[in-house]
């Protein structure tokens, strides 16, 4: 059978098949906007669509056209693979999707309309803590430890051109746990190690702060890395500029927000501890002079 559909073939089909499912698999919300009439929807990304499809179509032998956006969007194929592995035979994409019912002036029914996209922010916003978090991870040959580092308080800056414009963020380094050793005695161990003067040094330095100077934008699909960040990392009461990549966008609530990974090579700030590059042996006491800090970041909503 032929993966598509046409229009004009489904009007045929439409006349000749007494049973005849169109299913929509995308977004209940997209689906409330506009779709085809006598269609169903459940969304193809929900870890349930097989079961809810089944419970729908309980005969994988009568026909089903499944409609997606069309174009490059490709939620109508994967539903197609999903639906033939399920054994449904008799399944076909609508060639065009949407886009190409639309085009043909045909009607689609709206049970509510379209959501209005967030809008870009302007000017400076404080950084939600609860909803923002620093996760970091370190290495040496064999072995690794993580754990989370607490953000004091922050806030980003936004223009009319979208990205972050600038921003600050300043770390709680006296609040430095691990993860993977908690609730055990090597816990406190290694915490004690990484505020003393061996890494951190958190007696006189206690706080970390990144500054951001510039972002640009290098994409526009979401879920990419579509900002590259600038700015100054002040560590140690040494200052570096360091350059990284993160991908920025909305919440499901409209909130503006940020991740970012970011590798830091700890002896740029003066940290040594351990470092191959700096002691001729170390044996066990070799750490890797990189390490990472997932970085996210979720501004508060306006008042």
């Known amino acids: 059978m032929n993966p598509l559909i046409t229009l004009p073939e489904l009007a045929q089909l439409t006349e000749t098949q007494e049973t005849l499912h169109v299913l929509d698999v995308r977004l209940a919300e997209d689906f409330a906007s506009g779709h085809l009439p006598d269609s169903i929807n459940h969304c193809v990304f929900e870890v349930v669509f097989l079961e809810k499809v089944r419970q729908a179509i309980p005969d994988q032998t009568q026909p089903v056209i499944v409609v997606g956006w069309g174009g490059v969007s490709l939620e109508a194929e994967v539903a197609l693979e999903k639906l033939q592995r399920a054994g449904f035979t008799a399944?076909?994409?609508?060639?065009?999707?949407?886009?190409?019912?639309?085009?043909?002036?045909?009607?689609?029914?709206?049970?509510?309309?379209?959501?209005?996209?967030?809008?870009?922010?302007?000017?400076?916003?404080?950084?939600?803590?609860?909803?923002?978090?620093?996760?970091?991870?370190?290495?040496?040959?064999?072995?690794?430890?993580?754990?989370?580092?607490?953000?004091?308080?922050?806030?980003?800056?936004?223009?009319?051109?979208?990205?972050?414009?600038?921003?600050?963020?300043?770390?709680?380094?006296?609040?430095?746990?691990?993860?993977?050793?908690?609730?055990?005695?090597?816990?406190?161990?290694?915490?004690?190690?990484?505020?003393?003067?061996?890494?951190?040094?958190?007696?006189?330095?206690?706080?970390?702060?990144?500054?951001?100077?510039?972002?640009?934008?290098?994409?526009?699909?979401?879920?990419?890395?579509?900002?590259?960040?600038?700015?100054?990392?002040?560590?140690?009461?040494?200052?570096?500029?360091?350059c990284f990549l993160a991908s920025a966008g909305f919440t499901p609530e409209g909130l503006r927000a940020a991740q970012a990974a970011l590798a830091i090579d700890r002896t740029r700030w003066g940290i040594t501890y351990g470092s191959g590059k700096l002691f001729r042996k170390l044996a066990g006491h070799l750490v890797n002079d990189r390490f990472e800090l997932q970085v996210k970041l979720v501004v508060k909503a306006e008042a």
Do not use: M
């Not at 746990?177 to 915490?191: E, K, R, S, W």
């Not at 990144?210 to 200052?239: C, H, K």
């Open 91 to 242: 399944a076909q994409i609508l060639q065009g999707g949407i886009e190409a019912w639309k085009a043909a002036g045909l009607t689609l029914d709206v049970v509510a309309p379209e959501p209005t996209p967030p809008a870009w922010p302007l000017g400076r916003r404080q950084l939600d803590l609860d909803k923002s978090s620093v996760e970091w991870l370190g290495r040496n040959l064999l072995s690794k430890h993580w754990g989370l580092l607490p953000i004091a308080a922050g806030y980003l800056d936004f223009d009319e051109s979208g990205p972050v414009c600038g921003g600050r963020v300043e770390f709680n380094l006296q609040g430095l746990t691990c993860t993977d050793l908690a609730g055990t005695p090597l816990h406190d161990v290694l915490i004690h190690h990484l505020l003393s003067d061996d890494f951190f040094d958190v007696a006189r330095f206690p706080q970390a702060v990144l500054e951001i100077t510039q972002s640009t934008r290098i994409a526009e699909t979401p879920g990419s890395l579509n900002l590259e960040v600038r700015g100054d990392l002040t560590l140690r009461g040494v200052t570096q500029s360091i």
